[in-house]
């Protein structure tokens, strides 16, 4: 049986300096540290670069260097991703492209030759064939999606003994999280080792492969202690660990298949719905509408501006405030945090305000939504409409995947 763990892990620009730095004493640091401890250990990371950018610039430079000797050694693959960790799904291809490139530049300047991403991780596994499309034509060879991208529907039968291709370009690998294991993992649903096999055991067959995907902070910040779980089960001799790179030539037969577009937070009913997105752009939330409209304003005033004697500057803030966690807080489902939320915005509105010459009214338009915003999450909050959105999706999630709901 052959383990792929894939981990994602990630800060939002302009992150508090005193989080970024307990998180990585909690997880970063244990993660890596397992692999330099176990020779044997292989992980395909995603590291968005806005978040490497923070890694060296408080302090732990070391940590970085550490990867880019596991990416020598062959332990570690990292993949390319979104620098800022954009919903590329709701984004123009123009915007896809910038992010994607910005990312790539950034970490070839810190890692070097080595940095060389065979695969991408959408952020939020956020799927969409308009993203698929771009990042095979920009030259990478996978992707790594939810399972309910297969067909709709949870749980989806992944045959474990071959992969899968995009529809019409049988070079573009697409694999699959799998979404109960995962999920279990991420709840503390599996409490040892021998648990988490024999649901993986379950999942392959016993001979095949499974690839487990979660944010790498579940290991030892969302959840104390799971570092020390992470080292127990790479310390399983019967396993054979690969990245995914590594499946991907293990198992060269492949079958044609045409994903759906949704998310590794996905329901089914959002999918029934044609809500695939639903926790960053949700049709029935205020907030999400008005966060779109000032997004929205932001790129097409910034990108009309490219004479503007502060374009640079707007541009990058831009780039920056496209950073997907202020609509996920705002979906509730199943955290909810005002300050991420007014943080989104008031970026948004910065990179507006920091032209010389906007269009008129722009910035006006751009306080006005910030505002309405403001206002309408204030209503959430006061209402109960976020504690209520947050348990009935917690409740739903653990039904769909099978799992005790108390």
Avoid at 279 to 287: A, F, G, S, T
Avoid at 294 to 314: G, P, R
Wanted: aromatic share 10%; with cysteine.
């Amino acid at each position: 049986m052959i383990w792929s763990n894939f981990l994602h892990i990630y800060q939002p620009p302009e992150q508090n300096k005193d989080i970024v730095n307990r998180i990585t004493f909690e997880s970063y640091r244990p993660i890596i540290s397992t692999l330099k401890n176990n020779q044997k250990a292989r992980l395909t990371l995603n590291i968005n670069a806005c978040l490497t950018e923070q890694l060296i610039q408080h302090g732990h430079g070391d940590l970085v260097s550490d990867m880019r000797g596991l990416l020598h050694s062959g332990q570690l693959e990292l993949t390319e991703s979104a620098k800022y960790h954009a919903l590329l799904a709701l984004l123009p291809e123009a915007e896809i492209r910038r992010q994607i490139q910005l990312n790539r530049e950034t970490h070839q300047n810190i890692f070097g030759e080595i940095y060389q991403p065979k695969g991408f991780f959408i952020p939020e596994m956020a799927y969409s064939r308009k993203v698929a499309d771009i990042v095979a034509d920009m030259g990478y060879k996978w992707i790594i999606i939810s399972e309910i991208s297969l067909g709709g529907k949870q749980n989806s039968n992944i045959n474990a003994s071959q992969t899968y291709h995009l529809k019409g370009n049988p070079d573009f690998k697409v694999f699959f999280r799998s979404q109960r294991i995962s999920d279990l993992i991420h709840r503390q649903g599996i409490k040892n080792a021998a648990n988490f096999f024999s649901e993986a055991k379950k999942k392959s067959g016993g001979n095949g492969y499974f690839i487990t995907a979660m944010d790498g902070e579940v290991y030892g910040h969302h959840r104390s202690g799971y570092e020390k779980f992470l080292r127990q089960l790479y310390a399983n001799k019967s396993i054979e660990f690969l990245t995914i790179s590594k499946i991907a030539e293990k198992y060269p037969i492949s079958a044609e298949i045409e994903p759906v577009s949704a998310s590794w937070s996905a329901l089914e009913e959002d999918l029934s719905a044609n809500i695939p997105y639903s926790l960053w752009n949700h049709p029935d939330n205020p907030i999400h509408k008005k966060q779109w409209e000032l997004t929205n304003l932001a790129m097409n005033v910034i990108n009309e501006c490219k004479n503007d004697l502060e374009f640079k500057s707007a541009r990058a803030k831009l780039d920056a405030a496209l950073f997907s966690c202020q609509y996920w807080w705002a979906s509730s489902i199943p955290w909810w945090k005002l300050e991420m939320i007014e943080m989104g915005a008031s970026m948004l509105k910065s990179a507006i305000n920091l032209l010389e010459q906007p269009p008129a009214g722009s910035k006006e338009k751009a306080e006005s939504l910030y505002n309405e915003i403001m206002a309408a999450a204030f209503n959430w909050e006061n209402s109960g409409k976020a504690r209520a959105n947050a348990e009935y999706y917690t409740k739903k999630i653990s039904q769909e995947l099978g799992e005790y709901v108390p």
